[in-house]
């Protein structure tokens, strides 16, 4: 007797607009993890206090983003005018210290430009969505993933981090091993004097390139 298998295209698909049915606004996400952080808790399968602590440090750190955050008019010009309908789905957890600089990004983007959706739902939530989008072999976020809206073709991805806090990392790990404390501090004053740029810069290429 033989049984049919689902079409993995067609899984993928499946997989992508249940996500995206589930899915939160930014508004809502950043309520979520306000909520949170009130409360010293935390998004995930894991539960600890420096998981909380670090939920609790990304709502201030994003709630500065929100409001320092600018795009210069020489993007805007560049990215206004397109047609094409493009959502961007991001998985992440409260606690992540990449996604609290780079996500106000994204929002700013999809606030600028009315056929940029932006929709975020949680990474241990969605486990199979994001074994498909794994970074070396691991659960990285934030990840986000680009597709066209009217049929959820993916387009491209991106994240965990820009290109040049990428190189940083990189580089950290082949002298060290692993991230210390120390760095992963080290990588947010990075990302402060730097005001968003880096990834900034990723964001609107992955949008050119679509």
């Given at each position: 007797?033989?049984?049919?298998?689902?079409?993995?295209?067609?899984?993928?698909?499946?997989?992508i607009?249940?996500?995206?049915?589930?899915?939160?606004?930014?508004?809502?996400?950043?309520?979520?993890v306000?909520?949170?952080?009130?409360i010293n808790?935390?998004?995930?399968?894991?539960?600890?206090?420096?998981?909380?602590?670090?939920?609790?440090?990304?709502?201030?750190?994003?709630?500065r983003?929100?409001?320092?955050?600018k795009?210069?008019?020489?993007?805007?010009?560049?990215?206004?005018?397109s047609?094409?309908?493009?959502?961007?789905l991001?998985?992440?957890?409260?606690?992540?210290?990449?996604?609290s600089?780079s996500?106000?990004?994204?929002?700013?983007?999809?606030?600028?430009?009315?056929n940029?959706?932006?929709?975020?739902?949680?990474?241990?939530?969605?486990?199979?969505?994001?074994?498909?989008?794994?970074?070396?072999?691991?659960?990285?976020?934030?990840k986000?993933?680009?597709?066209?809206?009217?049929?959820?073709?993916?387009?491209g991805?991106?994240?965990?981090?820009?290109?040049?806090?990428?190189?940083?990392?990189?580089?950290?790990?082949?002298?060290?091993?692993?991230?210390s404390?120390?760095?992963?501090?080290?990588?947010?004053?990075?990302?402060?004097?730097?005001?968003g740029?880096?990834?900034?810069?990723?964001?609107?290429?992955?949008?050119?390139?679509?």
């Amino acid at each position: 007797m033989h049984t049919l298998t689902e079409n993995p295209v067609k899984s993928i698909s499946k997989m992508i607009q249940n996500a995206i049915s589930k899915a939160m606004t930014y508004a809502e996400y950043r309520g979520l993890v306000a909520e949170l952080a009130a409360i010293n808790s935390s998004t995930g399968n894991e539960q600890t206090e420096a998981l909380a602590n670090y939920t609790q440090l990304n709502d201030r750190r994003m709630r500065r983003w929100d409001k320092t955050l600018k795009i210069s008019e020489a993007i805007e010009g560049k990215l206004k005018g397109s047609d094409k309908r493009t959502t961007w789905l991001v998985l992440t957890e409260s606690w992540c210290g990449d996604a609290s600089p780079s996500l106000p990004v994204m929002n700013k983007l999809a606030e600028l430009l009315p056929n940029l959706d932006l929709k975020i739902v949680l990474r241990d939530e969605n486990p199979e969505l994001m074994d498909l989008f794994l970074t070396n072999g691991a659960r990285s976020i934030p990840k986000l993933i680009a597709l066209e809206s009217d049929t959820n073709k993916v387009l491209g991805e991106w994240g965990p981090r820009s290109t040049l806090a990428t190189k940083m990392v990189e580089n950290y790990k082949a002298q060290h091993g692993k991230l210390s404390p120390e760095f992963k501090q080290e990588l947010q004053v990075w990302y402060n004097k730097d005001k968003g740029q880096d990834i900034l810069a990723d964001l609107v290429k992955l949008l050119t390139l679509e």
